[in-house]
């Protein structure tokens, strides 16, 4: 028997995290190769980016949304989640506040997305002096809540690609698991 993998398929992809951990900043970087300091206006992050993540020659399609600034007044809607089928939770190593945050994006995604949904927790802004949270602090998190997790820099670059990577070998695997 063969197994089929559709390349067809699309796979949603959604960003969360609060407002200013890097979320359009990473979207930016992956899709464009490119980094702009100062903040995005809250627009620019309206709608979503198509990319064609390609491994072990299968080829996955990926549309990826970002939010338009609503995660600042805790207003992502039931909607942004629905048939999302992977997520990327982001918080930012420099800002404890943003970590602390996870917990309840968490629980928020929990309830409003799929159950099986792939999620990929990161701690961004690793380029920045001023750290707070450690990489073993991500890595526990992570471990307590059985998600996969790498720090990233939007700035640098760092694990940018291979953390979209990642997202899309973990759906290329499930989709052929549930076929
Ligand atoms: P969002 O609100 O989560 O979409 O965050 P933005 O992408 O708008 O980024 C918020 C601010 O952090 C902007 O000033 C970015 O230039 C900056 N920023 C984002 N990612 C990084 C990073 O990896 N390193 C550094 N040094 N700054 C970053
Ligand atoms: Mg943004």
Redesign the pocket.
Known sequence: QTISYNEETIHKTI?V?????????????FDQGK??????SAT??IGFTNKIVTIDNKKCKLQIW??A?Q??FRSVTHAYYRDAQALLL?Y?VTNQSSFDNVRAWLSEIRQYAEEDVVIMLLG?????ANRIITKEQGEKLAKQFEVSFME?????GQNVELAFMAVARALISKQMNMT
């Open positions: 960003l995290g609060d407002s200013g951990v890097g979320k359009t900043s990473v979207l930016v970087q980094f702009q300091s100062g903040s995005f620019v992050g970002d939010t600034g995660e600042r982001l930012d961004n802004k690793v380029d920045k990233t820099s939007a700035k640098t």
